[in-house]
Nanobody, 124 residues
Framework: QVRLVESGGGLVQAGGSLRLSCAAS????????MAWFRQAPGKEREFVAS????????NYADSVKGRFTISRDNANNTVYLQMNSLKPEDTAVYYC?????????????????WGQGTQVTVSS
């Protein structure tokens, strides 16, 4: 069982930056692949970024590539999402997700555990 708690969301102007954190419980964090998804009002939850168990493999949605960076600290059971050059269309609730496996995927059905989400609002 893994419990995920996101933090770091908030209100920021377009062009600004935020850093999201996801703290995971459990002693086997390093064996989980991790990802960030987001969901805007009236839209389906969509993939943002993922990272495999070692941090050596990352993947990004085209809409955030070059602006967002996912990373993880296995010693501290935390995964991060650094978001730069934010745009109003990045406004959403951001969710951290974990799957029991070393390889990360881009689809929600692959993930076993989810956080409660953190709101990110980008004003124009």
């Amino acid at each position: 069982q893994v419990r995920l708690v996101e933090s770091g969301g908030g209100l920021v102007q377009a062009g600004g930056s935020l850093r999201l954190s996801c703290a995971a419980s459990g002693r086997t964090f390093s064996s989980y692949a991790m990802a960030w998804f987001r969901q805007a009002p009236g839209k389906e939850r969509e993939f943002v970024a993922s990272i495999n168990w070692s941090g050596g493999g990352t993947n990004y949605a085209d809409s955030v590539k070059g602006r967002f960076t996912i990373s993880r600290d296995n010693a501290n059971n935390t995964v991060y999402l650094q978001m730069n050059s934010l745009k109003p269309e990045d406004t959403a609730v951001y969710y951290c997700a974990a799957r029991s496996g070393r390889i990360a995927y881009r689809t929600t059905r692959e993930y076993d555990y989810w956080g409660q989400g953190t709101q990110v609002t980008v004003s124009s």
